[in-house]
């Protein structure tokens, strides 16, 4: 049973900072993308950053220069640092990891349980 769970998130002022972690646990062969998106008052859940198994990574052009998505296998962590953070970052962030548990199966496709981020003006 593969398991992520978050932590890190707070309120912060704005211009702040905060670091999120997505925790994972259970017998995984590879891990395929790692992303983090987020969902914002009156809007539908967002993309915010992936990072594929070669390293390379992605933002949002909204968060792009302030956040930094990164992982340590030796904590089979991945993480959000977020700087410079603005009112309209406010929102639930939600981990999710594309993996295959075994060589050759399918992709599986899991979420953590969200984290809230508050930032005030």
């Known amino acids: 049973q593969v398991r992520l769970v978050e932590s890190g998130g707070g309120l912060v002022q704005a211009g702040g900072s905060l670091r999120l972690s997505c925790t994972v646990s259970g017998d995984i062969f590879r891990v395929n993308t790692e992303a983090w998106y987020r969902q914002t008052p009156g809007k539908e859940r967002e993309w915010v950053a992936s990072?594929?198994?070669?390293?390379?990574?992605n933002y949002a052009d909204s968060i792009k220069d302030r956040f930094t998505i990164f992982s340590d296998n030796t904590k089979n962590t991945l993480y959000l640092q977020m700087n410079n953070l603005k009112p309209e970052d406010t929102g639930v962030y939600y981990c999710?990891?594309?993996?295959?548990?075994?060589?050759?199966?399918?992709?599986?496709?899991?979420w953590g349980q969200g984290a809230q981020v508050t930032v005030s003006s």
């Open positions: 990072r594929v198994s070669g390293g390379a990574t």
């Open positions: 999710n990891i594309k993996l295959r548990v075994r060589p050759g199966g399918k992709q599986y496709d899991y």
